[in-house]
């Protein structure tokens, strides 16, 4: 029977989101592709020897602090937060969108902070390793660095935001399979970050 996971892949418009979805569910990748109002993709794989379904939502390029991103968020348990290294924008849309996901959902999140577009490094405008410490304010986090276009590092990618699902089941004595998505959120998980941290990780 298939671990069962629904994550989300949020960021700004244009960063490359449905590119890293399609590259991974179908390997596939469209050069001109139409802006994504919001797209729900199923995929299964084995890793580590395990069967695992994850149902991804391809979410549409607009959601910082908007009623989508709160609906994105309290109807998945793991995240993607893409930006583009070639706009420095982007990069700002990903950290309020991870201050918002900490805030609500707490520090025991699983979050990859996924650096799209890494085939056009000659015109990055994003630094390697800006995520680094803001990363640190999540117990379950990862930085890579992908190019759904050149096909680099992006089932790295979910593979790691599923092993990140398993750590955080097994670090809280739950079966591996266990999804938080129909369990309601309690007073611990909307409390002030806990754990490692950083002085990055202030909420206004």
Same mark, same amino acid.
């Given at each position: 029977m298939?671990?069962?996971y629904?994550?989300a892949?949020l960021?700004?418009g244009?960063?490359?989101?449905?590119d890293?979805?399609l590259?991974?569910t179908?390997n596939?990748?469209?050069?001109?592709?139409?802006p994504?109002i919001?797209?729900?993709?199923?995929?299964?794989?084995?890793l580590?020897g /395990?069967?695992?379904k994850?149902?991804?939502l391809?979410?549409?390029g607009q959601?910082d602090f908007?009623?989508?991103?709160?609906?994105y968020v309290s109807t998945?348990?793991?995240?993607i937060?893409?930006?583009?290294?070639?706009?420095f924008?982007?990069?700002?849309?990903a950290?309020?969108?991870?201050m918002?996901i900490?805030k609500v959902?707490?520090?025991?999140t699983?979050?990859g902070f996924v650096g799209?577009?890494?085939?056009?490094?000659s015109d990055?405008q994003v630094e390697?390793?800006?995520?680094?410490?803001?990363?640190?304010?999540?117990?379950y986090?990862?930085c890579i660095e992908?190019s759904?276009?050149e096909s680099?590092?992006?089932?790295?990618?979910?593979f790691?935001l599923?092993r990140?699902v398993?750590?955080r089941?097994?670090? /809280?004595n739950l079966?591996?399979?266990?999804?938080?998505?129909?369990? /309601?959120?309690?007073?611990?998980?909307?409390?002030?970050?806990r754990? /490692?941290?950083c002085?990055q990780?202030?909420?206004?």
């Amino acid at each position: 029977m298939s671990q069962f996971y629904k994550v989300a892949v949020l960021g700004a418009g244009g960063v490359g989101k449905s590119d890293l979805v399609l590259r991974f569910t179908q390997n596939r990748f469209e050069e001109f592709y139409d802006p994504t109002i919001e797209d729900q993709y199923t995929h299964n794989f084995e890793l580590d020897g /395990k069967a695992v379904k994850l149902e991804i939502l391809d979410t549409a390029g607009q959601e910082d602090f908007s009623n989508l991103l709160e609906n994105y968020v309290s109807t998945r348990e793991a995240y993607i937060i893409s930006y583009s290294i070639i706009d420095f924008s982007s990069m700002e849309v990903a950290r309020e969108i991870a201050m918002y996901i900490l805030k609500v959902r707490g520090n025991a999140t699983p979050v990859g902070f996924v650096g799209n577009k890494s085939d056009l490094c000659s015109d990055r405008q994003v630094e390697q390793g800006i995520f680094d410490e803001l990363s640190k304010c999540f117990t379950y986090s990862f930085c890579i660095e992908t190019s759904a276009k050149e096909s680099l590092n992006v089932k790295e990618a979910f593979f790691e935001l599923t092993r990140l699902v398993w750590k955080r089941n097994l670090d /809280k004595n739950l079966a591996i399979g266990y999804s938080e998505v129909e369990v /309601k959120l309690d007073s611990s998980e909307t409390s002030e970050p806990r754990g /490692k941290c950083c002085k990055q990780c202030v909420i206004y």
